[in-house]
């Protein structure tokens, strides 16, 4: 049943991003809902293009309401994927309970279904809100255990700094041209989230290794332990090889996604978090063995 937008003096919008006021009034209502300034993807070169946002607008022009969908292909065991991410979902506090968001959530998906995206994904601390929609959530593994044997360095490293414009650059080209860090559950092609979460989490570094060319997303933990967020680049080079590139001899390992790519293997181990990761869609069946999303794809 469609909100009666018009009873509330309310304008529906969708795919607005090309008006800056428009997109201003999102950057207010994530601001406002979330304490998050997505406005720093400006910086990065503007938010994602494929996403699809929904919203209804007051006569202000103020954002009352808003959910967003967006394109992130992922490699399911082997095979490339169309899937959809939904983020951006925000009600202000005098419009909730009315529906809007209800409406702006049917909106959305029946977008993304019509448009046969196989997947749709979701990360969210109130799953119940989703599960009319077909939801289901699915348990996350980080993996983890003892460092591989220790590999001879080769080439050099050196640490990226978003606030430089060409190691922004860097990062930007190795996210195009990245091989899925996994065949068994990766994000295939995903550039803004990587760029917004990096930026976020100051405990996030970047090392860029030239043999071969691959941007690490990493972070040291307590206990002398490297945590493994993501590797971007063509071609993907054992743990053994990254951890001599960037002189580190950790004595515990968790790595942030399948391992079958990195020549070493961990046990899977529930990942903490504070939300679950929702799936729906014809792929989602396919979601068999131990996963997780890399946190620099999280939205
Ligand atoms: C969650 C939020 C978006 C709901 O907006 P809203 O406009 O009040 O929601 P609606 O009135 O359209 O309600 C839609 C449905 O969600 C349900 N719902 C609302 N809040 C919910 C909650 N916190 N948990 C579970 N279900 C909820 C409603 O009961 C309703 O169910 P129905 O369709 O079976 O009647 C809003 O409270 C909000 O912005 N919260 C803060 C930000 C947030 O948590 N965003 C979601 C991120 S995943």
Same mark, same amino acid.
């Given at each position: ?226 945590? !493994? ?9 054992? !743990? ?60």
């Amino acid at each position: 049943m469609p909100v009666a937008s018009a009873a509330y003096g309310l304008t529906f919008r969708q795919d607005y991003f090309g008006d800056p006021a428009a997109w201003a009034a999102l950057v207010a209502l994530l601001h406002d809902t979330f304490r998050i300034d997505v406005s720093i993807q400006d910086r990065f070169g503007g938010p994602d293009p494929t996403s699809m946002p929904f919203a209804y607008f007051d006569e202000n022009g103020i954002g009352v309401a808003n959910f967003s969908a967006f394109s992130m292909p992922i490699m399911i065991d082997g095979r490339l994927v169309t899937a959809a991410g939904f983020q951006s979902g925000a009600v202000r506090p005098e419009w909730r309970g009315r529906g809007l968001y209800r409406d702006l959530m049917r909106r959305a998906f029946n977008w993304c279904d019509a448009r046969g995206f196989e997947l749709g994904l979701l990360l969210t601390d109130k799953p119940a809100l989703y599960e009319p929609y077909g939801f289901k959530n699915v348990p996350q593994r980080q993996f983890s255990g003892p460092p591989p044997v220790a590999a001879r360095p080769e080439g050099s490293s050196r640490t990226l700094s978003l606030d430089n414009p060409g190691d922004v650059a860097v990062v930007k080209r190795l996210l195009r041209e990245r091989t899925p860090v996994s065949p068994i559950f990766a994000v295939a092609a995903q550039t803004e989230m990587f760029l917004l979460n990096s930026y976020f989490d100051p405990g996030i570094r970047l090392s860029y290794l030239d043999q071969p060319e691959v941007v690490v997303a990493w972070k040291s933990r307590e206990a002398n332990c490297f945590q !493994l967020l993501d590797i971007v680049g063509r071609t993907l080079s054992p !743990l053994s090889v990254i951890l001599a590139a960037l002189d580190l001899r950790p004595d515990r390992i968790e790595v942030c996604f399948p391992p079958d790519r990195l020549d070493w293997q961990g046990k899977p181990e529930p990942f903490a978090s504070q939300t679950s990761l929702m799936v729906r869609g014809a792929a989602a069946d396919r979601l068999a063995r131990p996963v997780m999303l890399s946190p620099m794809a999280e939205f």
